[in-house]
């Protein structure tokens, strides 16, 4: 089955089949699905905590943390060798129907990219012989009793290793050179209501998950951009509950109305490719989306509704209201996700936003996302450094009691530019941008920018392999720049655990992602940070890990 997972930064994200719409008729009037994709989309932030894993990755675990960064490092080349390999034919057998990892998200349609679990849930149902990836095929098989009934269960494990190949800055306390883990387990149950009780258009959605683990950046003074993203906000919790909602399809699918626990960040400012990289800044959506508080995103959800329209074939037009809280990143008011009362009920979040997702080429398989949004707060926001003492530094404009109204802008853009002939129809290079501004006034990542590319397919023999490398820029607010000033010309000490002027961030991530076997894929990954937390006063780190999934059922 396809994987979940969790999403980076307030941090992170959920999981989407998606399948092409072609020229067969499928169960419902009006849709068809000659050629099913199924991919697994990660919208999601960063907080996340510890507990069991599958045996295998634990004794892997093991061995990265019990010996030195040098091993570490040793054991990720050895990885790379099997790039070089044939890939397993059972693999990839039938390359149309076949599940992949959340690492290979960019071949996911573009044009499917909002399509409802319900409804794609229904194409699966009707695609045909199982491809299954996973470790146990014949939970999820097609003849399975659950599926028969309307019942997709996904189990998935993804862990990320990242160990510091430079030293840290000399003379700053609790600075080193290591190495840590981070991961995620999480279960999705997708129910097609048509199918098990008869009630047309109606789907919906439960997901919960486990982490554990912590990033490596902090050993060196980052805590901007987490190097493992599926971490935070787990709430050191065996089980956290992330989501459940329904959602219903009407008037032939141009209109969508989704309600129940929903997290922000899961709809709005996403995209297909952000996930296919490890670093938070990326993954699963650009981290100065997630930069308040109250803006909520994988694995914490708030009760919300979402209504999604569709005026013509390639256009959406979303909007919603989320009831945000109190805590929602702690664990002091609703650490394991299941408090629903809705007394910790702060305000609400206001996002709306617009998208084009076109479809080039003879064959159409060049597609694209090109959205703009908007998101407004009705929560009393303080700005940083909000205390009488920041006020008589001048450190902002507002009082220290806060304000209402804080906003936040987002344009983003993906688009495949290549399709490579004669291969897996999902072949080719694709590529993103996007560009992210916050209310100057309340928040710390004033700015963010980024680019990336990646490729699937680009060596014949190995079609399901990918190559990705992305960089972001993040602006940090000159109201947080001019307080750290004062601050450190006063002498005293800097929240945001910065011990430095913190002014702009820069962050680059290469990878490449390979197979191994049926249900195991695995992504050696390097990271490189320029004035890490913003700090030029830190010196720049460069890292070298891997990520494994490993499709359980």
Not at 422 to 439: C, I, W, Y
Request: proline share 4%; hydrophobic share 40%.
């Amino acid at each position: 089955m396809a994987p979940l997972s969790g999403m980076n930064s307030h941090d992170n994200d959920v999981v989407v089949f998606l399948f092409d719409r072609k020229n067969a008729a499928c169960m419902r009037p009006n849709v068809s699905c000659e050629t099913i994709r199924y991919r697994s989309l990660k919208i999601e932030p960063d907080f996340y905590f510890a507990t069991a894993v599958p045996s295998g990755t634990a004794r892997a675990m093991s061995l990265l943390t019990t010996h030195n960064i040098r091993h570490a490092l040793v054991m990720t080349l050895v990885l790379c060798v099997a790039v070089f390999a044939p890939e397993d034919a059972m693999a990839d057998s039938d390359s149309s129907t076949k599940l992949v990892s959340q690492q290979n998200a960019e071949d996911v349609d573009h044009n499917d990219g909002h399509k409802s679990k319900r409804e794609l849930l229904t194409v699966k149902l009707n695609s045909g012989p199982s491809n299954s990836s996973a470790l146990f095929p014949w939970v999820t098989d097609d003849k399975n009793w659950l599926q028969r009934h309307g019942l997709l269960v996904v189990f998935d494990n993804i862990n990320e290793f990242m160990g510091a190949i430079t030293k840290p800055t000399p003379g700053i306390p609790n600075l080193r050179q290591g190495s840590s883990n981070a991961g995620q387990y999480a279960v999705s149950v997708t129910t097609d209501w048509s199918r098990l009780a008869g009630i047309k258009g109606l789907g919906s959605r439960f997901v919960v998950v486990g982490r554990y683990g912590t990033p490596a950046n902090r050993m060196f003074g980052d805590w901007l951009a987490h190097s493992s993203e599926t971490y935070g906000g787990g709430g050191n919790v065996v089980v956290r509950f992330v989501m459940g909602y329904f959602e219903e399809h009407l008037l032939q699918d141009r209109l969508s109305i989704a309600a129940g626990r929903m997290a922000q960040l899961s709809d709005f400012a996403t995209s297909t490719m952000f996930c296919n990289f490890v670093n938070n800044s990326f993954c699963g959506r650009p981290r100065a989306a997630g930069d308040s508080a109250y803006a909520t995103t994988w694995p914490v959800s708030v009760w919300a509704t979402r209504v999604r329209v569709r005026p013509v074939s390639g256009v959406y037009i979303q909007a919603g209201v989320y009831f945000t809280e109190d805590g929602l990143y702690g664990v002091q008011q609703n650490r394991s996700g299941w408090t629903l009362n809705g007394a910790n009920i702060a305000g609400q979040v206001f996002p709306i936003e617009t998208g084009w997702e076109p479809s080039f080429g003879s064959h159409k398989r060049l597609t694209g996302h090109y959205k703009i949004g908007v998101s407004i707060e009705n929560v009393r926001r303080y700005r940083p450094y909000a205390t009488q003492q920041s006020a008589e530094l001048g450190a902002g404009t507002f009082s220290a009691g806060g304000r209402r109204g804080a906003w936040s802008v987002w344009m983003l853009a993906d688009q495949r530019i290549i399709a490579f002939r004669g291969r897996d129809e999902k072949a080719g290079v694709s590529v993103m941008a996007g560009a992210l501004v916050n209310d100057p006034t309340i928040s710390l990542r004033q700015q963010q920018y980024y680019g990336g590319l990646v490729t699937r397919g680009f060596w014949r023999w190995r079609p399901a392999d990918s190559i990705g490398v992305a960089a972001s820029w993040t602006k940090i607010a000159e109201g947080v720049q001019r307080a750290e000033e004062r601050f450190l010309q006063t002498g005293q000490s800097l929240p945001f655990n910065a011990t430095g002027i913190q002014r702009n961030a820069f962050v680059f991530e290469a990878y490449y992602t390979f197979r191994v076997g049926r249900a195991v894929t695995i992504q050696p990954d390097f990271q490189y940070y320029l004035h890490p937390n913003g700090q030029q006063n830190l010196r720049d780190a460069a890292m070298l890990g891997f990520r494994s999934h490993v499709e359980i059922f």
